[in-house]
């Protein structure tokens, strides 16, 4: 691969679940530099190290990895006051509504990788996931032209939505899907550090509804699954019924899908489709890249988060227990696990926009 100059890049949201991420995916990256840490009016004018911390003196770090220590003592400065002079590309990480206003100031100036749901839904704005919808990325160039920005908007989905979308791609483009039924059992994690979910309130528990989320899931994947039209997304006519549940698990995301395929397929026939799936996308070499974009199991036990969330370093989507559906036509249903915070999320972004820079589009 040639060279590529290094771009200085901004971590918004950097005290968060996910900003935190951003910093373990980020430090020592060969081709990003963070020069600007950024949060809340809370957090401003405090080190970064300060800014995680409560009054007590317990830190609220929340990655398994160590704080890389190049960031501890580093400056957090308020969002709003951003100063984009020194920065290249802006990784977004806060929830949605305070991202809508933050990402409409930075994106008319600089790239912007959102974690966030702000500018999902709009006609010109891609939702990506590396490797599996990655022609939608000519909808920047719409973007700028249309909205006068140097800069654009690409988000990223949301965190169940990736692992569905990773795992159902291959399966639309050798078999074609027609329904899919989905039931998810989500890591805490998810939920982001404010307000997160209380401790005695997932102990020995289930909690059978995340808002918004089973629609997010649904639409996203209708979107990202969707048809390249000239420079707009035809979304696929696909029926999603999503069941979110939030389980006592601190990271990945576990989903039971059953799809109804276009065409009848043995199980074997979808597991070679699964297993040989974005090995172009992993021939590139992109720095954050997996070696594979999903691994499938044997295993009947597995995907279990404790034991296969870490696989690739959270990069590769495992899937397990492919089997007949009786009930949906051409049915076929599996098990997947999906590391929430890492492709998910911060190191998921990262090669999106490891992506944009490769393609010359940031
Ligand atoms: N957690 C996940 O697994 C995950 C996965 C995919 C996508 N996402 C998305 O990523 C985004 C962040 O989620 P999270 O889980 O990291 O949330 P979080 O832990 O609650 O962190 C929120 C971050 O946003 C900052 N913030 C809050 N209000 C702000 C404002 N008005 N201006 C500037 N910064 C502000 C906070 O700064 P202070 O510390 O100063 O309050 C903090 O850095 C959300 O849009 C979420 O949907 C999360």
């Not at 040639?2 to 918004?12: C, E, S």
């Not at 989500?186 to 550090?193: T, V």
């Not at 720095?287 to 988060?305: G, N």
């Not at 890492?342 to 944009?356: D, P």
Request: charged letters at 25%; aromatic letters at 6%.
């Amino acid at each position: 691969m040639a060279q590529i100059p290094r771009r200085r890049v901004a971590v918004v949201g950097a005290t968060g679940v996910a900003g935190q991420q951003f910093l373990v995916s980020l430090a020592r990256h060969p081709w990003f530099e963070v020069t600007a840490l950024a949060a809340s009016a809370r957090s401003a004018g405090r080190t970064y190290r300060e800014a995680i911390s409560e009054a007590s003196g317990q830190q609220r770090w929340t990655c398994e990895e160590p704080l890389p220590s190049e960031f501890a003592e580093r400056p957090v400065v308020d969002a709003e006051q951003l100063d984009l002079s020194g920065v290249d590309l802006v990784f977004s990480a806060v929830e949605s509504a305070a991202a809508r206003a933050l990402e409409e100031r930075y994106a008319p100036e600089v790239p912007v990788v959102s974690t966030s749901s702000a500018f999902r839904y709009e006609d010109d704005v891609p939702i990506m996931v590396p490797g599996v919808n990655l022609e939608h990325a000519v909808l920047v160039k719409r973007q700028q032209r249309e909205r006068g920005w140097k800069g654009f908007v690409v988000p990223i989905p949301n965190c169940t939505a990736t692992g569905l979308v990773v795992a159902l791609a291959p399966l639309v483009r050798h078999f074609g899907v027609r329904s899919v039924i989905m039931t998810s059992m989500q890591a805490l994690s998810g939920a982001g550090r404010s307000p997160g979910v209380h401790s005695m309130d997932i102990l020995d528990n289930v909690i059978p509804f995340i808002p918004k989320e089973e629609e997010k899931v649904q639409t996203e994947t209708a979107k990202i699954l969707g048809r390249l039209d000239g420079d707009r997304i035809a979304p696929l006519d696909l029926p999603v019924s999503a069941h979110c549940n939030r389980v006592n698990v601190r990271d990945g995301h576990t989903e039971c899908v059953s799809a109804g395929l276009g065409c009848l397929a043995e199980p074997e026939e979808v597991v070679e489709v699964l297993r040989t799936f974005g090995r172009e996308f992993a021939d590139l070499g992109l720095p954050s890249a997996p070696p594979e974009l999903i691994s499938v199991s044997d295993d009947p036990y597995r995907p279990q988060p404790r034991i296969d969330r870490r696989l690739h370093d959270g990069m590769t989507t495992v899937v397990g227990r492919v089997r007949p559906d009786p009930v949906l036509p051409n049915g076929i249903k599996f098990v997947l696990l999906s590391h929430n915070t890492k492709l998910g999320a911060a190191k998921g972004a990262c090669l999106l926009a490891e992506y944009l820079v490769h393609q010359g589009l940031a």
